[in-house]
Each structure stands twice: as structure tokens, then as C-alpha cells.
């Protein structure tokens, strides 16, 4: 088993979790982090042995993937994030799996599908979503008062802590 534990945040996933979630067989800990669906996602989370930890929102920081951060007990220091609309490739996978985790963390690049059609134009993703949870954390950014901004970290990376600016990150080479 890859000694990582996936963070899967889901709202009203029930199209997509399926997929996600039978994509991440070979991690030892898989946890989805929901936030009160109105859906069956936790349902479907159950049916494939996620743990499931629900999440509220108070609307003042920690935001969730900040907060899950702080809050939940993980068999592993090396967390990795996935959005439930998400599908983990299994050659990705197999990257995770022969790593040395020499890094604080690790950049993840995203590859775009639309109708079931990978997208060849547009904005590239690449987001630092596989790291050690206690040398990186998400950033206050003053965004509470603005219109759309929600519970999420969507639209920041995180960054390497204060004792832990000199270390180093990496790129995977295999797509999200």
C-alpha cells in the first residue's frame, strides 16, 4: 500500500465520485471530506470504504483543505489532495508509488476533459497537491468579503511553512 492519505473533498459529487474514488485503490488511507452533500456521494463513499469526515464551514478561516490540515488524524505524514471530480491515472499511481517523498512536496499537473474528450488548448493546471502535512500549509488570503470565494483553497497553492522555506519541491510527470 502507497503510505499517503488522500484528502478527497466532495459537495454533491454523486456524477463524478464513483470514478474518483475506484481510481485510488493501492493508497492505505482514503478519506472524503464532505461538505453536508444533498446527494448520495456519502453514500457512495461508504459503498467503497472511504472514511467519511463531514465538514461545515463556518465562513472564517481555516478554509477546508486548511482545516482539514489541522483537524484530522492521518495515518500519514505525505497527504494528497483530490477534488471528487477528479480521477487519479493509474500511471500517476505508479509515480506515487516508486517515490522517495525526498521533497516537502509535490506539483501535480491536471489534464482537462469535456464530454469525455481530453481538452488540447487552454489553461494548463499544475497544483501542489501531494505533500508532508506539517511542512506546507494554505495561506490567509483576505478573499472572505468577495463574492464567489468559498470554503475552498481553489484559487491559491499552498506554500512551504516558515521553518521549511528552503526545502525542496518536485513535479510528477504523470497527469491528473
Known sequence: MI???????TLNEEQNLDRCLGALQGFNEIIVIDSCSQDKTVEIAKQHGAHIQLFQWNHHYPKKRQWC???LKL??????????????????IKEISVLDFSCAGYFVKGRYF??????NHGLRNNKLALFHRRKVE????DD??????????????PVLKAGYKYERLGQLQNPL
Open 138 to 141: 494554505f495561506p490567509v488570503v
Open 69 to 71: 490540515l489541522d483537524n
Open 75 to 92: 495515518k500519514n505524514d505525505f497527504i494528497f489532495f483530490v477534488d471528487g471530480d477528479e480521477e487519479v491515472t493509474p500511471e500517476l
Open 114 to 119: 469535456w464530454k469525455g474528450r481530453m481538452l
Open 3 to 9: 503510505p499517503v492519505s488522500v484528502l478527497v473533498t
Open 144 to 157: 472572505l468579503d468577495i463574492s464567489g470565494m468559498g470554503e475552498m483553497e481553489g484559487h491559491y497553492q
